[in-house]
């Protein structure tokens, strides 16, 4: 089973930074899968937030495009986000996993951990 550690959450002022990380480990392909980053906000359902190919192609929701950066280290197997210029919205508890192919095709097989908690003040 994959395992997934992800790291990086905090209280944080509108409009400040923050980046989370994603270590995985238990598999040898884990560089060629898609990772990606979830989010769920409290009382809502997860929703993913940004992809990453084993190539580094990366997609983002609308919502964050141009304000987050996804990218990976396939050396160490580790996924970053850079959330920059963050909003009250962005306010969730964040995960990473992992598909076999794009998101919109794939389930995410990694098992879902606790993931680190963005609070964003106003």
């Known amino acids: 089973q994959v395992q997934l550690v992800e790291s990086g959450g905090a209280l944080v002022q509108a409009g400040n930074s923050l980046r989370l990380s994603c270590a995985a480990s238990?598999?040898?392909?884990?560089?060629?899968?898609?990772m990606a980053w979830y989010r769920q906000a409290s009382g809502k359902q997860r929703q993913l937030v940004a992809s990453?190919?084993?190539?580094?192609?990366?997609n983002y929701v609308d919502s964050v495009k141009g304000r987050f950066t996804i990218s990976r280290d396939n050396a160490i197997d580790t996924m970053y986000q850079q959330m920059n210029n963050l909003e009250p919205e962005n306010k969730a508890v964040y995960y990473c996993?992992?598909?076999?192919?794009?998101?919109?095709?794939?389930?995410?097989?990694?098992?879902w951990g606790e993931g680190p908690q963005v609070t964003v003040s106003s």
């Open positions: 990453i190919t084993g190539g580094g192609t990366a």
């Open positions: 238990g598999s040898p392909y884990i560089d060629i899968y898609t």
């Open positions: 996993n992992l598909t076999a192919g794009a998101v919109a095709a794939y389930s995410p097989f990694g098992s």
